[in-house]
């Protein structure tokens, strides 16, 4: 039975690929500080026979016992609210903390996955971005200690191939949403929804012509998983293709929530990147990988769990 490591285990991604390796067959050893994951994302895995959960930071050093075959890094915070909130945390999880799961891997002589991330080619000049693209970023930007955190990580990650020959893999990952996303993170989808299942102003920033190209969760897992298991090395997108006006979003939301929200907008963020859409020939030729859920499928799934988590929370609050 393969043993695997996840960090970030208990975020939204994370504790889907938890899902995922342990109905694969594997041990999964969950690593996570819970400063943006969540236990409640894991309630469903306390009693499997397969399934530990760990609380620890991986910027500090850590150990974990017995064989591992598989490091996977997703730890990292994502959300826009949090490079205003925590950006230290965010540089040096990108950095000290893919080092020590790098070293992790290196002494357990495992294969390891870094999950980096579409933010890497910063507001892109070449549209759509491919894995050739050396980006737009502005290091010091807001959004700079994101973007340079897993531009490092890479980076480290390939000195790791190079120096020690460590079976490497990178992920990055576009826009994905779905169950399980934090409901006041800040990034788009959660907004919308969360604003139109309360007949809530939807936020819309800018006048909404920006895209984004968005990629449902279990359509993402299914790209990690087959990465991993390849004999590819070098950055490889994944990512749904399927590019949208964040406006139109805004409307498709509203409808599919049934909602009688009016769309309000606001200032454009600072360093907002006006184009997002995936290059996947790679993906699709490597991985024989491409999306499978419709946008409209996705959205539909994802607004009922909010509606869910959002009833149950009143309920509590009450």
């Given at each position: 039975m393969p043993r695997t490591v996840i960090s970030g285990g208990a975020g939204f991604i994370g504790s889907h690929l938890c899902d995922r390796f342990l109905a694969d067959g594997h041990e999964v050893v969950c690593v996570d500080n819970l400063i943006t994951g969540s236990i409640e994302n894991l309630r469903h895995l306390r009693n499997h026979r397969g399934f530990e959960f760990v609380r620890k930071d991986i910027v500090k050093p850590f150990k974990i016992d017995g064989p591992v075959d598989f490091v996977l890094n997703f730890a990292s915070p994502a959300s826009p609210?949090?490079?205003?909130?925590?950006?230290?945390?965010?540089?040096?999880?990108?950095?000290?903390?893919?080092?020590?799961?790098?070293?992790?891997?290196?002494?357990?002589?495992?294969?390891?996955?870094?999950?980096?991330?579409?933010?890497?080619?910063?507001?892109?000049?070449?549209?759509?971005?491919?894995?050739?693209?050396?980006?737009?970023?502005?290091?010091?930007?807001?959004?700079?200690?994101?973007?340079?955190?897993?531009?490092?990580?890479?980076a480290i990650t390939m000195a790791y191939r190079r120096q020690f020959n460590l079976e490497t893999r990178i992920v990055r990952i576009f826009n994905t949403y779905g169950e399980r996303m934090?409901?006041?993170?800040?990034?788009?989808?959660?907004?919308?929804?969360?604003?139109?299942?309360?007949?809530?102003?939807?936020?819309?920033?800018?006048?909404?012509?920006?895209?984004?190209?968005?990629?449902?969760?279990?359509?993402?897992?299914?790209?990690?998983?087959?990465?991993?298991?390849?004999?590819?090395?070098?950055?490889?997108?994944?990512?749904?293709?399927?590019?949208?006006?964040?406006?139109?979003?805004?409307?498709?939301?509203?409808?599919?929530?049934?909602?009688?929200?009016?769309?309000?907008?606001?200032?454009?963020?600072?360093?907002?990147?006006?184009?997002?859409?995936?290059?996947?020939?790679?993906?699709?030729?490597?991985?024989?990988?491409?999306?499978?859920?419709s946008r409209e499928e996705g959205f539909r799934r994802t607004i009922a769990d909010f509606r869910t988590r959002m009833d149950r929370e009143g309920e509590t609050a009450a």
């Open positions: 609210i949090d490079f205003t909130r925590i950006p230290l945390e965010i540089l040096a999880t990108g950095s000290e903390g893919t080092r020590h799961m790098l070293e992790l891997a290196r002494l357990k002589k495992a294969r390891f996955m870094q999950a980096s991330t579409s933010e890497v080619y910063g507001d892109p000049l070449v549209h759509p971005q491919q894995e050739e693209y050396l980006g737009n970023v502005n290091c010091i930007g807001i959004r700079g200690v994101y973007d340079e955190a897993k531009r490092f990580s890479e934090q409901l006041d993170d800040g990034r788009a989808l959660p907004n919308f929804g969360t604003q139109a299942l309360q007949n809530a102003p939807i936020t819309v920033y800018g006048d909404g012509s920006q895209t984004r190209a968005f990629g449902y969760v279990s359509d993402l897992i299914e790209g990690v998983v087959r990465l991993l298991h390849s004999d590819y090395w070098a950055p490889i997108n994944i990512g749904n293709p399927d590019e949208v006006s964040l406006l139109r979003v805004a409307h498709e939301v509203k409808a599919l929530a049934g909602s009688q929200s009016e769309i309000v907008f606001r200032p454009l963020p600072p360093g907002d990147p006006k184009v997002r859409r995936p290059d996947i020939t790679r993906a699709r030729e490597i991985l024989g990988w491409e999306p499978t859920i």
